[in-house]
Antibody
Framework: QVQLQQWGAGQLKPSETLSLTCAVY????????WNWIRQPPGKGLEWIGE???????NYNPSLKSRVTISVDTSKNQFSLKLNSVTAADTAVYYC???????????WGQGTTVTVSS | QSVLTQPPSSSGTPGQRVTISCSGS????????VYWYQQVPGTAPKLLSY???QWPSGVPDRFSGSKSVTSASLAISGLRSEDEADYYC???????????FGGGTKLTVL
């Protein structure tokens, strides 16, 4: 049973860099796209971006200038960095596995990130 | 403002059939598969449906889905209290080269 476990700082000040990591346990890392999605309080899901095992990325155009997603295949991990955060970046951040045409079938537990001065 | 449009809320009584709509455009639903996710508040979303009308194991056959041109719908028949959740549609958008979600529909079982 594949599991995603994510971690990272939950409290940030404006202008700091958000950094989260997601580890893949119990399954293959290759052959999938690995995604980050966020959900502001009381709001819907927003896709941030994705990466595959070879490092090919796609980003949400609205966040592209501030986002970097990277992969460490030796550890079966992928990471999210979002720089210059503001209060608008306060959200629960999820990592998820996407097997093309099967959808995002495995999700991390979510990490609450709060940006406040 | 979400790229895919869903009604913010829907409701039904136990045993009833409800439908949730999802409207998009030619660059997303019109040219790619539709996916549905179910989210119980406070938990991570769960994949409910893929490729328009395919269902992961464990999803009751009370759920059904359809797609027509640039719209899709999720139907739940024999509504049960455990169906109360938020439902999101999603599709790949060729213009944005990324995933887009609907704003979500909160389903209440009265």
């Amino acid at each position: 049973q594949v599991q995603l476990q994510q971690w990272g700082a939950g409290q940030l000040k404006p202008s700091e860099t958000l950094s989260l990591t997601c580890a893949v346990y119990g399954g293959s890392f290759s052959g999938y796209y690995w995604n980050w999605i966020r959900q502001p309080p009381g709001k819907g899901l927003e896709w941030i971006g994705e990466i595959n095992h070879s490092g090919s990325t796609n980003y949400n155009p609205s966040l592209k200038s501030r986002v970097t997603i990277s992969v460490d295949t030796s550890k079966n991990q992928f990471s999210l960095k979002l720089n210059s955060v503001t209060a608008a970046d306060t959200a629960v951040y999820y990592c998820a596995r996407d097997f093309r045409y099967i959808g995002m079938d495995v999700w991390g537990q979510g990490t609450t990130v709060t940006v406040s001065s | 403002q979400s790229v895919l449009t869903q009604p913010p809320s829907s409701s039904g009584t136990p045993g009833q059939r409800v439908t949730i709509s999802c409207s998009g455009s030619s660059s997303n639903i019109g040219s790619n598969y539709v996916y549905w996710y179910q989210q119980v508040p406070g938990t991570a979303p769960k994949l409910l449906s893929y490729r328009n009308d395919q269902w992961p194991s464990g999803v009751p056959d009370r759920f059904s889905g359809s797609k027509s041109v640039t719209s899709a719908s999720l139907a739940i028949s024999g509504l049960r209290s455990e169906d109360e959740a938020d439902y999101y549609c999603a599709a790949w958008d060729d213009s944005l080269s990324g995933w887009v979600f609907g704003g979500g529909t909160k389903l209440t079982v009265l």
